[in-house]
């Protein structure tokens, strides 16, 4: 094994910065992809409950869809192929911001919201049936019902899954490298080629990946053991 | 909008071009996918019954592996097999066997987690009675509990060999020839259709994803039908 290890590389300088920018980059694109995720995955959740045909079949097809493509696939198609099917303004407004950046997000966004919709209809389907009679009979309206008495149980019920959900969005965020966002992996990547010192670049960027899921998995576990039990029907 | 690009190219999008060159396409996704889990499933079933074992040793070294497996990005674990395995070992292996190497670490924690649960999911009775009968704990294992254990896994195993077959596109990354790297090659050469020839290649994908989810389902259905319960 002819490898002279060199910690201190990836560990001070300019090589460091890299890896850190990168990390910050991961947390900002999940960060930004996980609250529109949120946001797009309730309103499909919504949609496949509604009880009007067409809403639920297009929820449907989407989380199909999207669930059983490969993110990777998904992230070319937005990327090489947004020009084909958004309007030219649009386009042209994109290609003036960071695009990577942008149709990463996309990317991400829309695959993460087709597994956060799932989750969120198995937690709704969950709340049991009269609870929605119950306060249609009350006098609340179908919103009104869903906003002040379905959805605030069922989020509590999906928050350990959800959760998983935002550590795989994470995990996933390290597709972007390959349309050029400069996140965790990229830096990694380019400290490799750079240094030829992969290994510990990629022990860093391993252990950085590491710290965040296992740190938060261990806080399900605590949310788990302390609250989930409460919620009894 | 040119669909006959895709059209054009269907061929070297299913198997590459094949009878003259290597295999490549959906065929060498697939094989992938077929190889990997296979090879997962061995790794996963001895992981998940160390995690089972009595002895403190051997559980802490499969939840190691479980963990830290499945708190890294699947593409950090294929860059750990392609860059560093030759520096590291000294080896040298083709891409194709780097990728396929990494599916089988990379899908081996999430399967061994598959076996733990389906294990502790059947009830205790079982382990009793046939401890009761006079088996050993291994035998009880290899011919009482794993046999249902194992049925009830299939859904989950299928679920698995689904994202399985998804994550096969990230061994484009690395050079491999498969249905991703088909597409960005046609992409390359004739640059006009790319929204087109993605879409194409995402809908090859989901043919094969979504058949594979539906019988999933059914037979999820059709298990729970005849699974021995506890009283």
Redesign the interface.
């Known amino acids: ?1 002819g ?1 002279q290890f060199n910690w201190s590389l990836v560990l001070t300088g300019e090589y460091r910065d890299w890896l850190l920018d990168g990390f910050v980059l991961t947390l900002k694109i999940s960060g930004i992809a996980g609250i529109c995720a949120l946001a797009l995955g309730t309103l499909v959740a919504v949609m496949r409950l509604s009880r009007v045909k067409p809403l639920e079949w297009l929820s449907l097809a989407f989380t ?2 999207f669930r ?7 992230i ?2 937005w990327y ?6 958004l309007p030219k303004a649009v386009n042209q407004w994109l290609y003036k911001q960071d695009f990577e950046f942008a149709a990463g997000t996309i990317a991400l966004t829309v695959y993460s919201s087709a597994f956060i919709a799932e989750e969120l209809r198995s937690g709704i389907f969950s709340i049991p049936k009269n609870q929605l009679e119950a306060s249609r009979a009350t006098g609340l309206n179908f919103f009104q019902a869903y906003r002040f008495v379905i959805l605030p149980q069922a989020f509590r019920i999906v928050i350990p899954p959800l959760i998983s959900q935002m ?1 795989n969005l994470l ?5 972007v ?2 349309i050029g966002v400069m996140e965790l ?1 990229y830096q ?2 380019q400290v ?1 080629s750079f240094t030829f010192h ?2 510990e670049a ?1 022990t860093v ?2 252990m950085l ?2 710290a965040v ?2 740190a938060v ?1 261990f806080s399900i576990t605590m949310y788990n053991k302390h609250f989930l039990h409460q919620l009894r029907y | 909008m040119r669909w006959d690009i895709v059209y054009n190219n269907l061929d070297y999008l299913l198997w590459g071009s094949y009878p003259n060159g290597p295999l490549g396409g959906i065929a060498a996704s697939i094989m992938l996918a077929v190889l990997g889990i296979f090879g997962a499933f061995w790794l996963g079933l001895g992981f998940g019954l160390m995690r089972l074992s009595k002895r403190r040793l051997l559980r802490v070294v499969s939840m190691i592996y479980v963990e830290v497996v499945r708190g890294t990005p699947l593409l950090m674990v294929i860059f750990w097999f392609y860059f560093l395995g030759p520096v590291v070992f000294d080896y040298n292996l083709p891409e194709f066997h780097s990728a396929l190497m990494a599916f089988i670490v990379f899908t081996g924690a999430y399967v061994a987690e598959i076996v733990r649960a389906g294990v502790i999911a059947l009830p205790k009775g079982q382990m009793e009675a046939a401890r009761c009968s006079g088996l050993t704990r291994g035998q009880a294992m290899r011919y009482v509990i794993l046999p249902q254990a194992l049925r009830n896994m299939i859904p989950s195993f299928v679920n698995q060999f689904v994202s399985l077959t998804k994550d096969t596109s990230l061994a484009y990354i690395i050079g491999v020839n498969e249905l991703t790297k088909a597409a960005t090659q046609i992409n390359n050469r004739e640059v006009v259709a790319p929204a087109e020839i993605f879409l194409a290649i995402a809908v090859l994908y989901f043919l094969i994803c979504w058949v594979l989810t539906a019988f999933s389902r059914r037979m999820e259905r059709h298990l729970a039908r005849y699974q021995a319960r506890g009283r």
């Open positions: 094994m490898y199909e869809f059983n493509t490969p993110l990777l696939v998904q070319f198609f090489f192929g947004s020009e084909a099917f550590l995990k996933n965020s390290s597709l490298m390959t992996t990694a990547r490799e992969g290994f990629f960027a391993t990946y590491l899921s296992l998995s």
